[in-house]
């Protein structure tokens, strides 16, 4: 409450001795920002803008660059927001918090045949979780998927969004902080939907979790794979044999990125073609 109290005081102060004053702030962007045009990359998109008459972007670039869900999650959120149809299914692998599920999950209130699902394996993470998404509609599992049912060894590290199946390779987890969770493999679980997009954040244990799902990804119904960075190198080909079409997530860029691997299904692609065609056709017939 007193950290929210300073905040507000001081875009009081700002506003009423700055932002209502344009001369005066205009005096202070002469003084401390150039007058130069420059380059920042906002949610997946590259921006040209003016050092000193939009330093905005400038701040929110900054601040960006210091925040994970800023910096990287707010790109891949505006990319798969684009891809989301009236009817379709998106499941949040690894959900931690919940940040993915709450924002996808808003689309709910216009698309009410949507279906949404978290698993997440933390005991004390799935508690917060299940707080941010309560009354949201997601179904939520208190899991690990893996390419096995039973129990996996997890280890903690620092914060929660390092916490996964063991490593030792892993310089992010702490050996002596073990915790043994469930687990179940995705194509035992009953999900909803025949055009299903995915969000999988497993810390190295992607290529398990594509393997307890391969009855899922190979049926066709899964129009959309995003994997937020992985360790096993034969993923990408993986993928391009079940017929996706790889991407950048943050960018929708053709030079698929090994941090932000975006998989696309080639099926959802050629469909979605064969509509711009038929939009093309029907407006220069109107024409």
């Known amino acids: 409450m007193a950290k929210n109290a300073k905040s507000s005081l001081l875009k009081g102060v700002l506003h009423r001795f700055v932002n209502v004053h ?79 599920s709450a924002v996808m999950a808003r689309a709910g209130a216009i698309f009410p045949r949507m279906k949404f699902y978290a698993f997440e394996p933390h005991p004390e993470t799935v508690k917060r979780l299940r707080s941010t998404l309560q009354r949201s509609g997601v179904e939520i599992h208190e899991c690990a998927l893996s390419d096995r049912a039973g129990e996996l060894e997890f ?28 687990a179940m493999r995705l194509d035992d679980v009953p999900i909803e939907g025949d055009s299903i997009v995915m969000k999988i954040d497993v810390e190295n244990h992607e290529a398990e979790v594509l393997s307890g799902a391969q009855r899922l990804l190979a049926s066709g119904r899964v129009k959309a794979v995003y994997i937020d960075g992985y360790a096993d190198a034969r993923i990408p080909d993986l993928l391009r044999a079940l017929q996706f079409t790889l991407f950048d997530g943050r960018t929708l860029g053709s ?33």
Request: hydrophobic share 45%.
């Open 22 to 100: 344009p001369r005066f702030r205009l005096f202070l962007l002469r003084l401390f920002f150039p007058n130069r045009d420059v380059e920042v990359e906002l949610f997946g998109a590259r921006l040209l803008v003016s050092a000193r008459q939009e330093v905005g972007y400038l701040a929110a670039q900054k601040m960006a660059a210091l925040s994970i869900p800023l910096g990287g999650d707010s790109g891949i959120l505006a990319t798969l927001a684009m891809l989301i149809e009236p009817s379709d299914t998106f499941l949040d692998v690894g959900a931690n918090v919940g940040l993915y």
């Open 155 to 182: 280890r903690e590290g620092a914060g929660s969004w390092t916490f996964g199946a063991y490593d030792p390779k892993s310089p992010f987890q702490i050996g002596s902080r073990a915790v043994r969770v469930r």
């Open 255 to 287: 030079d698929a990125s090994d941090c932000k691997l975006l998989a696309i299904s080639s099926d959802c692609l050629a469909r979605w073609a064969r509509c711009t065609r038929s939009y093309e056709n029907a407006a220069s017939a109107n024409a």
